[in-house]
Each structure stands twice: as C-alpha cells, then as structure tokens.
C-alpha cells in the first residue's frame, strides 16, 4: 500500500485528528486537549454534531475565527481564539469542572507524552528537574470524562516510543487511555495489551511493532483471544 504523497508514510496531523472525530459518536459533550487534539474540531462527519466543553468555561464552542475576526474575550482554555455556536452558554470555572467531575463529558481527546499498555497516561511534566509542568485540567479530565482518547506522534523526535510496557514520566491517570491514534496506526487498550486496529497508509505491522516499546496484537489474534 503506498501513501497519498511522496515525502513518507503515514498520516500527518490533519489526518490523525480525521480519524479520531470519525470515532466520536453524535451528540457527544467532547473536550479537546491543545495541539494535535484541537484540529478534530474540523472534521465532524457528515451528519453528526459535537458540543464541544472548554474547562475556562464555554458549553458551544465554535471554531477558530477568521483572521481579524477574534474576540479577545472569547478564548477556549489553551489561549486560542474561538467562538460561540448558537444557543452557547458560558459559566464559572469551577461549575465547568464540577461538570467533569460529575462525569457530564463524554469524550476527552488528549495528547501524550508516554501511554502505557494498561492505558496509563503521562502527559503533563517529563519529571526532569528543569521540566516545565503543565498539567492543566487534564488530571480532572481523564479522571471524570467517560471516554479518554489520544492523539500523538508515535514517537518522540529522537525516535523513542511513547506506547511502552510501563510509563516513565509522572502519570496523569492510570487505566484511562480507550484508544489511541498516532501517525502510524489507530491501537486500542485491551486487557491484554495494544492491540492494533488499523495501519496508517505504507505501513507495516512489523514496523508499528517495532517502535512500539510493548507487545503489539495484531488485529485477527486479538479478535479471537478477546
């Protein structure tokens, strides 16, 4: 299988978020994590609609507005201009967080620093002494949200795995990860471990396996030990 362009394999960003907004289903209160996460917002399928949650407190979110067009006042929780669909509501930070932590969110996409086999997430801080730590609302959000979804490189810059037996980094939750969606592949968390769900075009299994730093099922085992 050959990829869609000639610089390399694989699924570039737009591509990554495509394919986790195809998985939310419709009518679903989604809260969307900065970076990769945020570009979901552009590709709702046909026919569904997402209510889209901000922990700053937005219920409505809109997308990014046109150049020139921002509202200094209106910004979702990582600083970025958006706006308000109709029939938005806008409230307290602290009643946006009793809404996730009162379970009221059904889908949380997030990205990841490292994301173990049993779905542990480390996102926030590497744990080295001059990290920056930002954790944000993501430890609330994975903790009370039904669904937690990540989108992430599959490995680091240096080409070290992020999907690894056991997380190194300081954890965000454990046990929270459903499904997760890299530049190489779409895995879910099973009880027995990542287990693939589908390659990105012009990858291999093998490959996905081998910068994956635990053990990887492919699809047909996995379906038939499940």
């Known amino acids: 299988m050959s990829s869609n362009t000639t610089e390399k394999a694989g699924w570039n960003r737009e591509e990554m978020a495509q394919c986790a907004a195809r998985d939310i289903p419709n009518g679903s209160y989604v809260n969307l994590g900065i970076g990769i996460p945020e570009l979901v917002a552009r590709f709702v399928p046909d026919g569904r609609e997402f209510i889209y949650h901000t922990e700053n407190g937005l219920l409505g979110m809109g997308p990014s507005p046109e150049p020139g067009q921002e509202d200094p006042e209106l910004i979702n929780a990582g600083k970025r201009a958006v706006t308000a669909v109709p029939g938005a509501s806008f409230f307290h930070h602290g009643d946006s967080f009793t809404m996730i932590r009162g379970g009221h969110i059904d889908v949380c996409v997030l990205g990841a620093m490292q994301i173990s086999q049993t779905g542990d997430l480390a996102n926030w801080s590497t744990g080295a002494p001059d990290a920056i730590p930002a954790v944000g609302g993501a430890m609330d959000l994975v903790a009370g949200v039904k669904t ?26 454990k046990s929270v990860v459903s499904r997760i969606y890299t530049d190489l592949a779409i895995i879910d968390v099973t009880p027995k471990g990542f287990q693939l769900v589908s390659l990105a075009p012009g990858v291999s299994f093998d490959e996905v396996a081998a910068k994956t730093d635990a053990p990887l099922l492919p699809p047909t085992i996995a379906t038939k030990e499940s």
Request: with cysteine.
């Open 148 to 173: 937690i979804l990540v989108i992430s490189q599959h490995t680091t810059k240096n080409g070290i795995p992020k999907l690894v037996e056991n997380c190194s980094y300081p954890l965000t939750g």
